[in-house]
């Protein structure tokens, strides 16, 4: 039962720990957080990256070590586990959806069609139009687009379908 308590007392720390990158998503919701571990007094924290090369892992890492740090947890060691690759199914709902109130198109899920641009239905997260075009394969961060709006004019990123 112990166990049980300090496993969820973990997650809870971690799920705190916001992306680098989009700082108002949480590991937990991009779902770059795979498992929390503790044996004897050192936690091992398995993360995988959206993409290999990721550039905001790193910063990933010494956020998780810094906040179980602070909450006591001296030994932390944070792996990455590359298969299977991430995938953007793993972003929680609750993580979309702060996607879309922040301005970035949450990424289309696989079963809707992704990959497939030419049939997906990319919508502008300022006035829901599905009249959009794509500007640029590469937004602000290699895993976002740039589009904009055919209505509203406005551009915004769409978080890519991996």
């Not at 498992?35 to 993409?51: H, N």
């Not at 109130?101 to 997260?125: F, M, W």
């Not at 640029?136 to 589009?147: D, N, P, Q, V």
Request: glycine share 4%.
């Amino acid at each position: 039962m112990h166990n049980e308590i300090q496993s969820t007392h973990l997650r809870d720390l971690l799920s705190t720990i916001c992306d680098p990158e989009i700082p108002v998503l949480t590991l937990q919701d991009l779902g770059v957080l795979r498992d929390v571990s503790l044996e004897d007094d050192e936690v091992t924290v398995l993360i995988t990256p959206t993409y290999s090369g990721c550039p905001a892992v790193d910063a990933m890492s010494r956020d998780i070590e810094s906040t179980l740090n602070a909450a006591g947890y001296e030994h932390v060691k944070v792996r990455q586990v590359l298969s299977p690759a991430w995938s953007t199914d793993w972003m929680s709902d609750e993580g979309r959806k702060k996607l879309l109130a922040y301005g970035i198109a949450p990424p289309l899920r696989k079963e809707s069609g992704c990959n497939n641009h030419k049939g997906a239905h990319i919508a502008c997260p300022q006035c829901n139009s599905e009249r959009v075009k794509r500007i640029s394969e590469f937004g602000s961060t290699a895993c976002k687009a740039l589009y904009q709006c055919r209505d509203c004019l406005e551009p915004f990123d769409y978080f890519k379908c991996i």
